[in-house]
């Protein structure tokens, strides 16, 4: 197992966009397949993707009295589908048109008994081309894809962190398919003036929806620079967020982009990357709070409040047992 720094892999954008673009089609319609299966969750939690121990996974989906998953497997880099009666499915990830991959998954599905009709093109990307007909994406380079695994672990794993400090309304940390960003949103508790929508072959009512209270939000997406970036934004906007002095050093506001950004270059390259992260994530996060006046004493928390507590419980046990 990779430790330290060096399990902050690099991965240059331009060295993989190709793959890159493919790997959004196919996440898209994987994440359709839960989105037409599972029950609404406020602000669309319940058609994300997570990262696991080997890629991105659906975790389970409800289908009739059981259940069933879909896991990009970016280790053995194959498509496993599971189901909860123990039938299985798959098939090898590898370079292939996206109408190929959405063929073979629709097959799966159905010769496991869960038929499956979803909205069948793309959403936020312009062109939105139907699955069906997309042979223009067609790359899947392993080793890329395994690398972007990697940073998504490392992504996940230090937002995890973060989101521990706050006891309020908070997401898990999540993979959004639509714009292809692991992400991870706190609330204030307060309701958000209605968003005016306009993401590229999306309903505006999609976005009113996800963007329906009060937010501090944060992610990572292979974009925005040379490795890809962390991100930051809080809507509505309070003013004077723009110009908050936030660290890192390379962390800075995009005004084309509505929000902070920190190179993921900038983070990897530092003398302790986990640190340099938080900084960028809490100190984005107090410029929404601070300035949108949340009521920060009654949102946050220690994630060590029991520490003590829990040690003195192991100082026992290991004691009894001498």
Known sequence: MVNGRDSWPRLRVDDWSDTRDTLHMWTQIV???????????????????????????????????????????????????????????????????????????????????IETAIQARPNEVDPSIPFADDDQHASYDAAAAHLFWRQLLQAARVMGEFRSRFAGKVSPVHFFWGAMDLACTRFSGRKAPRHPGGAPNCGDWVMEEGYSQELSSCGFWP????????????YPEPDGFADRPVGP???????????????????????????????????????????????????????ERWADKSRGREHERDTSAT
């Open 31 to 113: 994440g359709k397949v839960r989105l037409v299966h599972a029950p609404l969750v406020n602000h669309w939690w319940q058609v994300t993707l997570y990262v696991s121990p080997r890629g991105l996974t659906t975790s389970a989906i409800p289908h009739r009295g059981g259940a069933f998953d879909i896991e990009f497997d970016f280790v053995e880099h194959r498509l496993h589908l599971r189901a909860s009666d123990g039938g299985t499915g798959g098939f090898g990830l590898e370079p292939m048109p996206v109408a190929e991959f959405y063929d073979r998954t629709m097959r799966a599905l159905a010769e496991l008994g």
């Open 249 to 303: 050093s390379g962390a800075f506001y995009s005004r084309e982009n509505g929000q902070f950004l920190l190179p993921y270059e900038e983070v990897r390259a530092a003398p302790g990357p986990d640190s340099a992260l938080l900084e960028f994530l809490q100190g984005t996060y107090e410029a929404a709070a601070d300035l949108g006046d949340w009521d920060r004493s009654a949102l946050e928390a220690d994630p």
């Open 223 to 234: 974009g925005g620079g040379e490795e890809g970036a962390f991100y930051a934004y809080a």
